[in-house]
C-alpha cells in the first residue's frame, strides 16, 4: 500500500512540474508587448518616415494610417513625443499626420508610433521603428532696417538684407507671405538684396518683417532675424501749383506780353502827340494809330515763338519813328510869299487855298487904307502864321 501511494504522489509531482515547465518558458518567450496589448486594435502603419528617409525640414510632417476611433501616439528617438491629429474614413480607415513640436538636431533619428483605443484606452502593438536623417539647416538670410531713398515712396520701403547664394528668399510681412525672388549671386558668395512691397503699407500701424532662403534643391533655412518698423505717409508737395509752367505759360512768354502792351501804350501816347501837334492830319494820325494797334494785337495773337515777338515789337517801334519824322518834315516845309505853310496848304487843298488868299487880300487891304490916312511909311508887318 505504501509502494502505491508513493508512485501515485510521484506521477502528480511530474505533471505539476512539467505544467509550471510550460508556464515558465511560456513567459520567456512571448513578447511582453503582447501580454500587455489588447489583440483587437492593430498597430498603426507609417507612410512617412521609412527606413533611409532624409529630410531637409527640422520639423519634418510624419504620416500613416490607423484605424477608426483610435488616437495615435508618436515615439521619437524612444520617447513619447506627442499625439498625432487623425482623420478618419468611412472605409474604416483613418489617416494622421504630426510635426514634432521642437526642432530636430541634424543627424540620426527613429521613430515608432502606436494606436489607442478611445473607448476602451486600450493601445495596440507598438509599429516597427524607423530610422530617418534630418540634414544640415540652410543658412538663414540676415535682415536690416528698411531703406527709403528717390527710387521708392515711404510706404514701400525696400527691405535689404543677405543671403547666400543660389538662395530664393521669401519674405514675409506681418506674418504673411509678400513675396519671393531669386538673389544675384556674388563673387564673395553673400548676394545682398533689396526687395519692395507690390502693395503700400500702413502708416498708422506697425510692421514686423522676416524672411527665409530656399536652396537650389528646395532646403529651407530657418527664420531670419525679425525687423520691426514704421512707414510714414507720402508728403503732397504744393510747389508744382505755384509753377506758371503746370499751367502751360512760361515767363518768357509773359515777358513778350508785357513788351507787347508797352510798346502798345507807347504807340498810344506818340498818336496822340502827333494828332496834337498837327491838327490838320488828325484823320491820318487815327488811321496811323489804327494800323499801328492792329500789328500790336496781331503780334500779341502771334505768340509762336520769343524771336518772332521780340522783333516784331522792334519793327513797330521802328515804324513810329519813321512816321514821326516824316510828319516834322512836312510840317516844316517852304513858306509862301503869303505867309503861310506850303506842306499845310497842300494837305489842305484848293478850300485851304482860297482862304487862305482871302485872308492876306483882306490884310493888304487893311494896310493901304492905313498908310493913306495916317501918311505913315512904315513897311508893312509880316504875315502871320
Known amino acids: 500500500m505504501d509502494m502505491l501511494k508513493h508512485t501515485k504522489r510521484s506521477s ?23 501580454l500587455a496589448a489588447d489583440p483587437t486594435v492593430s498597430a498603426p502603419t507609417l507612410i512617412w518616415p521609412v527606413s533611409g528617409d532624409s529630410t531637409l525640414h527640422e520639423q519634418p510632417v510624419i504620416t500613416g494610417l490607423t484605424e477608426n476611433n483610435t ?36 543627424g540620426n533619428h527613429t521613430i515608432a508610433v502606436t494606436a489607442v483605443d478611445e ?39 525696400f527691405i535689404t538684407g543677405l543671403a547666400v547664394n543660389d538662395s530664393l528668399v521669401k519674405v514675409f510681412i506681418d506674418g504673411e507671405l509678400n513675396g519671393q525672388f531669386k538673389v544675384e549671386n556674388h563673387e564673395s558668395g553673400i548676394a545682398s538684396f533689396a526687395y519692395q512691397p507690390f502693395l503700400d503699407l500702413d502708416p498708422t500701424t506697425k510692421h514686423l518683417v522676416h524672411v527665409t532662403a530656399v536652396s537650389s534643391q528646395g532646403k529651407e533655412s530657418v527664420y531670419s532675424n525679425a525687423v520691426g518698423f514704421f512707414v510714414k505717409a507720402p508728403e503732397v508737395s504744393t510747389e508744382e501749383y505755384t509753377d506758371p509752367q503746370v499751367l502751360g505759360v512760361s515767363d518768357t512768354h509773359v515777358a513778350v ?38 500789328d500790336d494785337k496781331d503780334a500779341d495773337e502771334n505768340e509762336d515763338s520769343d524771336e518772332d515777338q521780340s522783333t516784331l515789337v522792334w519793327w513797330v517801334i521802328l515804324a513810329i519813328i519813321v512816321i514821326i519824322i516824316a510828319v516834322n518834315l512836312r510840317g516844316r516845309g517852304d513858306k509862301g510869299d ?25 490884310l493888304l487891304n487893311k494896310e493901304k487904307s492905313q498908310n493913306k490916312e495916317g501918311g505913315n511909311n512904315m513897311p508893312s508887318p509880316p504875315p502871320s502864321k
Open 12 to 34: 502528480l509531482s511530474k505533471v505539476v512540474g512539467i505544467f509550471v515547465s510550460v508556464c515558465v518558458i511560456s513567459l520567456l518567450v512571448v513578447p511582453q508587448s503582447m
Open 71 to 106: 488616437q495615435v501616439e508618436v515615439f521619437i528617438d524612444g520617447q513619447l513625443n506627442g499625439m498625432a491629429t487623425v482623420k478618419e474614413d468611412e472605409k474604416g480607415t483613418a489617416s494622421f499626420a504630426y510635426v514634432p513640436f521642437l526642432p530636430l538636431e541634424p
Open 257 to 294: 506780353e508785357d513788351t507787347s502792351n508797352e510798346a502798345v501804350t507807347e504807340n498810344e501816347t506818340t498818336s496822340d502827340e502827333e494828332s496834337t501837334t498837327n491838327e490838320n492830319g488828325e484823320d491820318e494820325a487815327t488811321e496811323d494809330t489804327t494800323d499801328e494797334e492792329g
Open 119 to 157: 473607448d476602451s484606452s486600450t493601445a495596440s502593438l507598438m509599429s516597427k521603428e524607423t530610422s530617418f536623417i534630418v540634414e544640415e539647416p540652410y543658412p538663414a538670410p540676415t535682415l536690416f532696417q528698411p531703406v527709403v531713398n528717390n527710387k521708392t515712396v515711404s510706404t514701400k520701403p
Open 338 to 362: 503869303q505867309g503861310g505853310l506850303k506842306g499845310l496848304g497842300k494837305l489842305g487843298g484848293q478850300d485851304n487855298k482860297s482862304s487862305d488868299d482871302s485872308g492876306q487880300q483882306t
